[in-house]
């Protein structure tokens, strides 16, 4: 049996640009072999099948003894993420699965795995920031002045008009707002997305032509305008993009005196609503909640004597097969380790790798590794990763018998 654990150390909530600290934990109850395990970030957009947005691998191909294994990763949010927009069901949660081979069925892997829910939120960058701009027109016998373009929730909008031809002006407030989907692979099976009409935020209308402008005001719920569009960066969802966005504008409708005709005039301007200040708690989260973890080690590359945790003491070969000897060199017992083998050829490609987990590892014990490999090779590589999350990387050359 294996239990897992998944911990968000960014506390439910991430930026977009941030990076995202994740803490695993692995229990298992009994020697077991994996065939992968790793986290994924997924969000369902009105299409036929889940999204993945990124991936981290975790573990490798390998054998575990029994035990707990507890490692610590990072997901970089891109910047070209939709951000969690909760009223158009843009949410997004963490996945943390492991496959094991199935001993009944060879070709269908048993899946574990662990969900858990994560807002990923927009900096005020994402809201399409805009310096407000005075909006003077005129257009069918109606003269328009706007002191600026952005406004805020809540605030009022003062319209200032003026007209010799009108009877009557009536001024609406448009949201138009909906979720974006395409997918060019499946056409029309992708999205049941409806065209929706703009739906109406606030209307002002006056019969006194000599009041010379209007009061509009933009409700304290409003949302910001923006536009998000995303798309996958695998190529078995190329074609694919989702999104959604909102857009406001001021519906003018003026209906003329009957000297000057009977035909009622309708336009519309583009406007912006902007976001509200964002308490950015960026800081506190890099400070208090595991700050580098999941980035590469400053010791990554490093000698084992430099390191002083382990040493490849021998590397012997047969056919098809490598023996690797390592000790623990450091001054005390390491828990939850992972040593993973991989092989290097032309000095420039990994062979695939295979991973190898210790419960506990004595100060000083020995420990013997196989890895099996057809290919030709010139070095081989061995990473060890444990609970403390250490992650030293040491490449070794195979002709070599002997390490020191």
């Known amino acids: 049996m294996v239990i897992l654990q998944l911990t968000d150390l960014n506390k439910g909530s991430v930026f977009i640009g941030d990076k995202l600290n994740i803490k695993t934990q692995f229990e298992f109850e009994e020697d077991t ?81 662990k969900a858990h829910d994560i807002e990923i939120k927009a900096k005020d960058s994402g809201f399409q920031a805009k310096v407000p701009k005075p909006i ?145 708690e960026k800081v506190a989260v890099d400070l208090f909640t595991g700050g580098t973890s999941g980035a590469s080690s400053l010791f990554d590359g490093v000698s084992s004597k430099f390191q002083k945790t382990y040493k490849v003491i021998s590397i012997d070969s047969d056919i098809d097969k490598y023996r690797i000897k390592i000790k623990n060199i450091s001054k005390e017992d390491l828990k939850g380790v992972t040593i993973k083998v991989l092989g290097l050829q032309e000095g420039l490609f990994e062979t695939s790798p295979n991973l190898t987990g210790f419960n506990v590892w004595k100060q000083g014990e020995e420990k013997e590794i196989i890895y099996e490999i057809k290919q030709d090779i010139s070095a081989l590589i061995s990473i060890l990763e444990d609970n403390n999350q250490q992650n030293i990387r040491i490449q070794s050359p195979v002709s070599t018998t002997s390490f020191f």
């Not at 969000?43 to 889940?50: A, D, I, R």
């Not at 490798?60 to 990072?74: L, M, N, P």
């Open 136 to 280: 003077s027109f005129s257009l069918s016998g109606l003269n328009i002045m706007l002191s600026k373009d952005v406004y805020k929730p809540g605030e009022t909008i003062k319209i200032n008009f003026s007209s010799e031809e009108l009877k009557e002006l009536e001024v609406r407030l448009l949201q138009d707002a909906n979720v974006v989907c395409h997918c060019e692979a499946y056409g029309q099976t992708c999205s049941k997305v409806d065209q929706l009409p703009p739906a109406i935020a606030g209307d002002v209308r006056t019969t006194n032509l000599e009041k010379e402008f209007l009061l509009l005001k933009v409700p304290e719920i409003a949302e910001p305008s923006y536009n998000f569009i995303y798309s996958p960066s695998e190529k078995e969802q190329f074609g694919f993009r989702y999104g959604a966005y909102t857009q406001w504008s001021l519906l003018f409708i003026g209906k003329r005196k009957p000297e000057f005709g009977t035909e009622t005039i309708k336009f519309g301007v583009p406007i912006s609503i902007a976001s509200s200040p964002l308490v950015i």
């Open 33 to 113: 072999d994996i065939l992968w395990s790793g986290i994924r970030l997924i969000t369902n957009p009105p299409c036929l099948k889940e999204v993945q947005v990124s991936k981290e691998e975790v573990f490798s191909k390998g054998h575990f003894e029994a035990g707990k294994y507890v490692r610590e990763k990072s997901i970089l949010i891109n910047t070209n993420v939709v951000p969690t927009i909760k009223n158009r069901d843009f949410e997004y949660h963490l996945k943390l699965i492991l496959r094991q081979p199935n001993p009944l069925n060879p070709e269908d892997d048993l899946v574990i795995n």
